[in-house]
């Protein structure tokens, strides 16, 4: 008989990523791409930071100072803030994900009065 145990355990699951742009506050450096999303909001907060901090070449980003939304396919025009685990799982096994960091200092929340952030969902979308 199998040890069903030991499968469960060795079982990969298969990678989930996500389109992603995170935008700093003078919204002229960008990191735009995908990303993978990791089993937990922290796992992937860890994995943002280092892409982030790889891309924009420094290592005193704090990602306190940004703000992780995602974009309701359903209700392309607006962001929502990415709040919490339960959030973050819901939107991991979601088909089509589409994550934006902002700088807190960014007062837009709506896709189109952010240039950028709306040319980068139009040709992934």
Do not use: C
């Amino acid at each position: 008989m199998p040890d069903f145990e030991k499968i469960k355990q060795n079982q990969q699951l298969p990678e989930v990523t996500a389109n992603i742009f995170a935008l700093d506050k003078d919204e002229s450096i960008f990191l735009s791409g995908y990303i993978t999303l990791a089993s937990s909001l922290n796992q992937f907060i860890s994995l943002l930071l280092e892409e982030i901090n790889y891309t924009w070449e420094s290592n005193y980003q704090n990602l306190n100072d940004y703000v992780i939304f995602y974009i309701d396919i359903d209700d392309k025009n607006k962001l929502k803030e990415l709040k919490n685990e339960q959030n973050y799982q819901t939107i991991r096994n979601s088909k089509n994900i589409f994550l934006v960091v902002l700088h807190i200092e960014i007062p837009y929340k709506i896709i189109e009065n952010l240039p950028l952030v709306f040319d980068w969902f139009s040709k992934n979308i």
